[in-house]
């Protein structure tokens, strides 16, 4: 059975999802970009969306979340 996952090349929206309580479930390389990936459901596309429509959150919760995607992103 084929995973269907949520895609996102952007460490921000990445970040608020992470912050949000979404699991990474991995990272695809295509020459220089990464995506990252996400299980795939109604409510983290809402979660995105939201994200978009500029919705708030606590800021240590993002920054915690941006510095731990950084990391997995740069193999650190």
């Known amino acids: ?14 970040s608020y999802l992470l912050a949000r309580g979404f699991n990474l479930s991995g990272k695809e390389k295509n ?17 995105a969306l939201d994200f ?3 919705a708030k959150i606590e800021a240590k919760d993002y920054s915690d979340s941006y510095r731990t995607l950084k990391d997995y992103v740069f193999d650190r």
């Open 1 to 14: 059975m084929k995973n269907h996952y949520y895609k996102t090349q952007n460490l921000y929206e990445a």
């Open 31 to 47: 020459g220089n970009k990464i995506t990252l990936l996400f299980h795939d459901s109604e409510k983290i596309r809402k979660e």
């Open 52 to 54: 978009y429509n500029g």
